[in-house]
Nanobody
Framework: QVQLVESGGGLVQAGGSLRLSCAAS????????MDWYRQAPGKQRDLVAG???????NYADSVKGRFTISRDNAKNTVDLQMNSLIPEDTAVYYC???????????????WGQGTQVTVSS
């Protein structure tokens, strides 16, 4: 089985910073993509940032220049550094990983439990 454990959410004032972390553990042969999504109340879940196993990154236009995604392949972790936070960043943030298990070529998608980020004005 595979588990994703997220940490780092909380309440911060506008202009502040938070760092989210997500650690994957369990039956993992290789992790391909690692992403962060967010979902605000009444809205769909949207991609915030993603990073491939080779380190290529992509960001939603709304967070470019403010958020930075990084990963540690040895530890199976992905972080999201969020700077210059604004109230519109308030949402539940989810990490998602696409991975391969030992002896199984299928690419599986797993989601974290979500962590609340609230930015006050």
């Amino acid at each position: 089985q595979v588990q994703l454990v997220e940490s780092g959410g909380g309440l911060v004032q506008a202009g502040g910073s938070l760092r989210l972390s997500c650690a994957a553990s369990g039956s993992i042969s290789r992790i391909n993509a690692m992403d962060w999504y967010r979902q605000a109340p009444g809205k769909q879940r949207d991609l915030v940032a993603g990073i491939t196993s080779g380190g290529s990154t992509n960001y939603a236009d709304s967070v470019k220049g403010r958020f930075t995604i990084s990963r540690d392949n040895a530890k199976n972790t992905v972080d999201l550094q969020m700077n210059s936070l604004i109230p519109e960043d308030t949402a539940v943030y989810y990490c998602r990983v696409v991975l391969v298990k030992p002896g199984d070529p299928t690419a599986y998608h797993y989601w974290g439990q979500g962590t609340q980020v609230t930015v006050s004005s």
